[in-house]
């Protein structure tokens, strides 16, 4: 099981960008789906962008599709965020998460349970 770590969140101004990192330690990330997922006050989380590491497919959903890219980094064991043209509705907490074996469509669309870890928040002010 990977243990993750998120970082890189913070404060932006409409428009801005932010980049979210998120660090695994344990096991390659060989195989896995790695996702990014986002839970706004009173809302439920949603899948936000997914990679699947083996292949390099990825999943958006589309209220960020040209403007979020997720990439990896083999070497680094790290997952990125990067998020430009940041909008207020983009406001959350953001995790991530990983699944051995999953697609990106499963990753990004099916529920989980868990387990989850504290995230990291963005702010987006208009």
């Known amino acids: 099981q990977l243990q993750l770590v998120e970082s890189g969140g913070g404060s932006v101004q409409s428009g801005g960008s932010l980049r979210l990192s998120c660090a695994a330690s344990?096991?390659?990330?060989?195989?896995?789906?790695i996702g990014w997922f986002r839970q706004a006050p009173g809302k439920e989380r949603e899948g936000v962008s997914c990679?699947?590491?083996?292949?390099?497919?990825?999943y958006y959903v589309d209220s960020v599709k040209g403007r979020f890219t997720i990439s990896r980094d083999g070497a680094k064991n790290t997952v990125y965020l990067q998020m430009n043209n940041l909008q207020p509705e983009d406001t959350g907490v953001y995790y991530c998460?990983?699944?051995?074996?999953?697609?990106?469509?499963?990753?990004?669309?099916?529920?989980?349970?868990?387990?989850w870890g504290q995230g990291t928040q963005v702010t987006v002010s208009s």
């Open positions: 990679i699947t590491t083996s292949d390099g497919k990825t």
């Open positions: 998460a990983s699944e051995f074996l999953w697609s990106v469509q499963r990753m990004c669309t099916v529920p989980r349970t868990g387990p």
């Open positions: 344990g096991p390659s990330l060989d195989y896995y789906a």
